[in-house]
């Protein structure tokens, strides 16, 4: 799949705080939260609400969405699809233009209306209502705000130390999975109140719910304008990301075993089998009731 080369971007959806990040450490609560923290953002993290952000010397950092001053080049550089086809953070806005322009529709279509949410790209570090994010957290979705941040060597990260082929429907993957927490949030059916783990935990079926909203884009990508037809090989880039962010992947490489016990987001399999259901049947009620724990 690639752009439709006359295709008209709106790059007004995505932020670009690249190259502002203030290089700091994030210091998250204390002892062995920031780790944890930073490994279960790396499983794509979701709701950062209610955390406290320090800097090294334990003062707390204002949470400000707004970025230092100049102009967003986005808008100057990515006009047309062809300009998606061409440059990465173009593509970003592309597939968030696309996205967004499908569960507008959808939402409409149920007589709700959608609430757009822009995406932050950003190095470094930045700030998000939800706290002070380092590129190690990876992306994210903020429900405070209602934004999806990202640092795109994360998906350096993804190829390089998690095995994934990534490509660039593997950033297609992420940016449709956090947006799925947004539909979600939207629709009242974003958990964050459960401490509960493991693979039938209602955290794990929030993530896997998202995967399966992410399918149901996939399914319908191309009839939103902005994109040619999915291809075989688009669907097996985004079912390997999928793989490649299975708690269970994540785990042999950061700890050297497997606990399913502590799962967040779901195994390999799990998420796998999450995005087919809704690439399959491009349906949302599909993902109503997840069925993908043992």
């Known amino acids: ?41 790396m499983l794509f993290g979701v709701d950062l609400t209610g955390l406290t952000s320090t800097d090294p010397g334990g003062q707390q950092v204002p949470f ?41 529709d959808e939402f409409a279509q149920g007589g709700g209306q959608y609430t757009q949410a ?17 590129a190690a957290t990876g992306p994210f979705y903020c429900p405070r705000d209602q934004k999806v941040y990202l640092d795109l060597d994360f ?29 979600q949030n939207l629709l009242g059916a974003l958990s964050g109140s459960s401490n509960a783990t493991g693979p039938g935990s209602e955290a794990v079926e929030t993530e896997l719910q ?21 291809t075989d090989q688009d669907i097996i880039q985004a079912l390997d990301a999928a793989a490649s962010v299975g708690d269970d992947r994540i785990q042999r490489e950061t700890q050297g075993y497997v606990s399913p016990e502590s799962w967040t987001h779901g195994s390999s399999e799990q998420r796998q089998l999450a995005l ?8 949302i009620a599909t993902c109503d009731s997840p069925g993908w724990t043992p």
């Open 210 to 230: 998202a995967d399966c909203l992410a399918g149901v884009w996939f399914f319908h990508a191309a009839e939103t304008g902005y994109l040619t037809q999915l």
């Open 1 to 41: 799949m690639s752009f439709n080369d006359k295709s008209r971007l709106d790059p007004t959806q995505v932020e670009d705080r690249r190259g502002r990040g203030r290089g700091r450490t994030i210091a998250v609560g204390g002892g062995g939260l920031g780790l944890i923290i930073v490994v279960v953002a």
């Open 118 to 134: 822009d995406t932050v790209l950003f190095t470094e570090a930045t700030e998000a209502a939800c706290g002070y994010a380092s």
């Open 155 to 183: 998906f350096n990260e993804l190829q390089t130390r998690f095995g994934a082929q990534g490509g660039s429907f593997a950033e297609a993957y992420v940016l449709a999975h956090e947006y799925g927490h947004h539909v």
């Open 276 to 283: 087919k259901d809704g690439l399959q049947s491009g349906d």
């Open 64 to 104: 400000s969405t707004e970025s230092a001053g100049g102009s967003n080049d986005l808008q100057a550089e990515c006009q047309t699809g062809a300009d998606a086809n061409e440059r990465e953070d173009c593509r970003i806005v592309g597939f968030v233009n696309s996205i967004q322009a499908f569960w507008a």
